[in-house]
């Protein structure tokens, strides 16, 4: 019983002083999120923006282990820093071809459900 | 990096908050209403960046990802008609079997990480740098507490900012030429995909065949 007293109050005290496998975690559930919205939804834009959600879940979890590094020492702290910019312009230029994709293919073919854009499925 | 106090509270706030915004992304049967839920999902993303001290990355989250890229997502949801959704006949979803199996894998995965994987991963990394997170721990109550009543850690606020900046300008300027590349491709590319026919016409760079079939009809 002393043991589960101490267990609780460990869990209590994670809670009160989230640390950088707390901020992992939220990341980890965004990108779940994302994937799930890639996977399973049928309208091409919110399949954009899922990805988008997988991208900003990469970027918390970049600005996370800077932080870390920079409290610990080990590493280099900016690395991590600026890695978000390569991936903030990936995610740019992402969304503007695929958005001239999308008009493109609505132009061409007036849809913009996945399940109807299937000339090159098996 | 352990935060405390009203820090604690606001994470635990922009977290779930960031949470149940991307679900509802997803989950919204409007497309206009994902965006709008993304939106809110950025902004609660760049408020824990702000709470891991990264001000400028912040402010660029919102610049760039709600200022522009949102933006661009709304002009094409209005410009391609989603009506169809709206009216509530066709599913949001896939099939239901691929459905299923999807949120299965999805489930199990997220199992694994959130249980396993990541905190134990954590509890060998804090194991390792046991001492140097302690003495960061008491330099940040320390920093904190030596603060007068009304001061907001300014200087704190600034540093990052300016290491980023010099950080871009120094040894992260190469992929930041790289970055600046892929941008024009970007643009180039854009223009080209979004034109209509009558445009590429006018550009003087249609197929022959093309434009004889175009003429013909």
Redo the contacts between chains.
Sequence with gaps: MLQEASRASTALES????????????A???F??????V?????L??I???I??IL?AA??NF??F???L?????GDP?SG??F???D??????????G??????L??NRET??I?EIDLMKW | ????GWE?VF??VF?IA??LA??L??M?RN?VH??LF?IS??VS?AA??IL???EF?AG??IL??VG??MV??LF??M??N?G??EEGR?????KPA??TA??VF?AM??GV??IYA??RG??A??E??KA??QQ?NAKRVDDQSSLSAGATGVSRLTK?TE??GT??YTY?SL??E???V??L???I??????R?LKQEVAADDVDPEVLSEMKQS
């Design positions: 809670i009160k002083h989230p640390d950088l496998s707390k901020f992992l975690v939220i980890a559930i965004l779940i999120i994302g994937v799930a919205g996977l399973t939804r049928r309208n834009l919110v954009f923006m899922s988008e959600l900003n970027n918390l600005i996370a800077s932080r870390y920079q409290d610990t020492g080990h900016m820093l600026n978000i910019n390569p903030r312009f990936v995610a740019a230029a992402e969304a503007a071809i958005l001239g994709i999308v008009i493109a609505y132009r913009i459900w399940d | 990096m352990i935060l405390s604690s994470f635990w977290s960031a949470i991307g679900l992304t997803v919204a497309a994902s965006a993304l999902s950025l993303v824990l960046f891991l001290g990264a990355i660029v989250q760039v990802y522009g890229v661009l997502f094409v949801i410009l391609v989603v169809a959704e066709a599913p949001i979803f896939n691929q459905v999807a949120l999805l995965l997220a990480l959130v990541i905190p954590y509890s990394l804090a390792r740098d140097a997170l960061a990052e290491r980023v950080a871009l992260a992929p930041f790289i970055a600046s892929l941008l491709v970007a643009i590319g854009s223009v080209m995909l979004a209509t």
